[in-house]
């Protein structure tokens, strides 16, 4: 008998290692920051001893960093890092949608994700847009049902939205690739799968050369 999401409910641990890599995806927390034991502790309602779980399983994913006598940081990624992200992203995402069904669940995942990139583009709300283009991206992923590449992708989320939080300018980032997710959707819909994953490959070349950019000009 398959096993579904219910009938292996989380842990608290996990819960919490969920909830605080969701923020790392919608960029609540942003590169270099200190994490306070205790606000945490108390925003999540959870004792410190829970949370130093979620801070050991996020280390070891390389999302969080401890520093002895310094406290628990969220992780700065480096060049190699981006680079190898983008690649990842490439054979994930194309792959997934070059043998995308038109009418599959996530299609209306991803509409909906653009919907609300729209909505915070016209109320100039950047971080908003990132989030909805983190949420058009996992859509995509959800092409392949596969729960393992999911999960992988979750962190993915996260170490990608860390590479982005290296740039200041967040419309700058995230303006062009409204347009471009518009793209893609509508190829998809229209039943080009193989030119969306076309089109997605060129945006990502695009993405990580911005990314690398603002890290390049970061060491300056």
């Given at each position: ?20 890599r969701?923020?790392l ?5 942003v ?14 309602n ?13 280390t070891?994913?390389g999302?969080?960093?401890?520093e ?12 190699a890092?981006i ?5 990842v992203?490439r054979?994930?995402?194309?792959q997934a ?5 038109p ?12 919907a ?18 983190m ?7 959800e092409l ?11 962190q993915?989320s996260?170490?990608?939205?860390l ?11 995230h ?13 998809l ?10 089109a ?6 695009q993405?990580e050369?911005?990314?690398?950019a603002?890290?390049a000009?970061?060491?300056?």
């Amino acid at each position: 008998m398959t096993k579904t999401a219910a009938d292996n409910p989380r842990t608290l641990g996990e819960t919490v290692t969920a909830e605080i890599r969701r923020k790392l995806v919608d960029g609540e927390l942003v590169p270099g920051q200190r994490l306070s034991e205790a606000a945490l502790s108390e925003s999540l309602n959870i004792s410190r001893n829970t949370l130093r779980e979620a801070f050991r399983v996020l280390t070891q994913e390389g999302l969080l960093k401890h520093e002895p006598n310094r406290g628990v940081f969220v992780s700065v990624p480096d060049m190699a890092s981006i680079i190898d992200i983008y690649r990842v992203r490439r054979f994930i995402e194309c792959q997934a949608l070059a043998q995308a069904y038109p009418k599959h669940p996530a299609v209306k995942r991803m509409a909906s994700a653009m919907a609300s990139a729209r909505q915070c583009r016209e109320a100039s709300d950047w971080s908003g847009v990132g989030t909805a283009n983190m949420a058009f991206h996992a859509a995509i992923v959800e092409l392949a049902d596969s729960e393992r590449l999911n999960t992988f992708y979750a962190q993915l989320s996260a170490e990608l939205r860390l590479a982005f939080g290296l740039l200041n300018d967040a419309e700058f980032l995230h303006s062009p690739y409204i347009d471009l997710n518009a793209n893609i959707l509508e190829l998809l819909e229209a039943g080009r799968p193989d030119e969306a994953s076309r089109a997605l490959d060129a945006y990502l070349v695009q993405s990580e050369r911005t990314v690398l950019a603002a890290y390049a000009r970061r060491l300056r």
